[in-house]
């Protein structure tokens, strides 16, 4: 009986594993894709937007075109530059521009790609991504809440699937942050990052994002092992990755998210060098040979 017991977990298992990486090779045609970072220029009545619609338009057409140039497996956009962030909810004026690049993005790179919106907007997210065609979002707060630069974000994985189903998006895959950069997860001491991860798992994640503690800065290779083990989700490693860590990350993880190494000086608001991201890519390349 216990051995029956022990199959019937271990085929329990396989199912759940198979069930999420179906859908995320139904979108990465490619094994461990390179998600570059398209972070847009400042959106309309945010205070460092300049006025003018078509230049941030452009510029985020020009990064498609240096990415693909540079053979990028898929993209994500993201408003960065609307500081300082809203919380939870943003307006008709951010969630409009922002899905028409999306869709312009998508329609140009013929790439899989995702969205998000700063900060914890994710029925926003979830709503251009279906609209402008997209594959993916990245999602804050999914599991257990923290306090992040624009205040106390709750949990919100429950309104998010059900918002998702209303919607008829079950098709785009929600990538969640665990213990997310930029935040403060005191209130959470005593639940590590493995058990976060569990519970994004149990709350139905399409995958965990595990990042540094701020934009640029290294994920703990320990940690990603650890979530590896125990986990049957894709895992995501979501900052910090440079071509010096990329053959380490790789073979623990299942996708990265690059973004601040592809710019100029390794800073997330400077220009793209093609040069760079080629480079990285061809030593993707040689790594998943």
């Known amino acids: 009986m ?15 594993n198979t069930y999420f990486m179906q859908k995320f090779k139904s979108i990465f045609k490619i094994d461990k894709p390179i998600i570059g970072m398209i972070h847009l220029k400042a959106l309309t009545g945010t205070p460092k937007f300049n006025n003018n619609i078509n230049k941030i338009i452009d510029a985020a057409l020009n990064e498609v ?35 028409i690049i999306a869709y312009e993005v998508k ?42 630069d624009e205040g106390y974000i709750d949990a919100n994985a429950g309104e ?32 590590d990052i493995v058990e976060t991860a569990k519970a994004a798992e149990y709350f139905l994640s399409d995958g965990l994002i595990v990042t540094g503690i701020s934009t640029g800065e290294s994920a ?23 071509i010096n860590n990329v053959a380490q990350y790789l073979s623990n993880s299942d996708a990265l998210i690059v973004g601040s190494y592809f710019k100029k000086d390794g800073f997330w608001a400077n220009e793209l060098e093609q040069n760079k991201i080629a480079d990285f890519m061809d030593k993707v390349d040689t790594l998943r040979r």
């Open 2 to 16: 216990l051995i029956f017991k022990l199959l019937l977990n271990l085929q329990d298992n396989l199912l759940i």
């Open 220 to 242: 703990n290779i320990d940690e990603i092992n650890a979530i590896k083990k125990d986990c049957k989700v894709p895992v995501i490693v979501g900052s910090g990755v440079t």
């Open 160 to 191: 998010l699937l059900r918002y998702r189903k209303t919607i008829d998006a079950e098709h785009i895959a929600v990538f969640t942050d665990i213990k997310k950069k930029h935040s403060s997860h005191a209130i959470t001491t005593d639940v």
């Open 107 to 148: 329609k140009m790179s013929s790439l899989p790609c995702g969205i998000q919106v700063l900060s914890s907007a994710n029925k926003a997210a979830l709503a251009i991504a279906k609209n402008a065609g997209l594959d993916f979002i990245r999602a804050e707060g999914f599991v257990f809440g923290h306090v992040a």
């Open 65 to 99: 075109e240096v990415y693909k140039g540079a053979k990028i497996d898929a993209l994500a956009i993201e408003n960065m530059h609307d500081v300082p962030y809203l919380k939870n909810n943003v307006g008709h004026e951010i969630s409009s521009i922002m899905s």
